[in-house]
């Protein structure tokens, strides 16, 4: 285990203690080439059980690649992708399940997802709950504007100069994008 302040590769063990009820155990590390203490936490291997039945161990990357594609050109970044992948697998592993339905990984982008942008969560949707029809869309187009209801946020990215509503009960103002979801209705 490399050491993260020199990355020195000589630290030993200094102690060793169950942690989060029992999944995940801390380790308390010494590196006598820094002189340093550091944490390490070691959890079980999340496996996720695809509908062959093949088990695979669960991949942030592999949530990063499916999700890329419904975020093309949407403004969302590399390190925003990191970061869903991220709160999904800290989702699946909240449950404890050692092995997750593939399923249930889709259904733990959605929540993230649309909290990043609500045109990649609509497309991300569409394909993980088989849309069939436009009445599909427009249920959830539906609910995505009921929770916009009482938000008070602008409908409009605001444009250099405009009044910025800050809303103080949210932690990272602007993280959201404000974007209102665009269907492209085919003209008959
Ligand atoms: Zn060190």
Redesign the pocket.
């Known amino acids: 285990m490399k050491?993260p302040?020199?990355?020195?590769t000589s630290?030993r063990v200094l102690d060793s203690r169950t942690a989060d009820e029992g999944a995940a155990i801390r380790r308390r590390r010494y590196?006598p080439?820094?002189d340093?203490r550091f944490t390490t936490t070691e959890t079980a291997v999340l496996n996720v059980v695809k509908r062959s039945g093949a088990h695979e161990p669960f991949s942030r990357a592999k949530v990063v690649s499916g999700v890329r594609k419904a975020c093309q050109g949407r403004p969302v970044t590399e390190d925003d992708l990191a970061l869903l992948a991220q709160r999904v697998e800290d989702a699946l592993r909240a449950t404890g399940a050692a092995e997750i339905p593939a399923g249930e990984v889709g259904l733990a982008i959605l929540g993230p997802l649309r909290d990043l942008d609500e045109v990649a969560y609509l497309r991300f949707a569409s394909v993980y709950r088989n849309f069939e029809s436009l009445t599909d869309f427009e249920a959830e187009i539906t609910a995505l504007r009921a929770d916009h209801i009482g938000e008070a946020q602008p409908l409009e990215s605001p444009s250099p100069g405009s009044l910025v509503i800050e809303d103080p009960a949210r932690d990272d103002p602007g993280v959201t994008e404000c974007s209102q979801p665009e269907l492209t209705s085919s003209s008959t």
């Open positions: 050491c302040f020199c990355r020195g630290s590196c080439e820094c340093r």
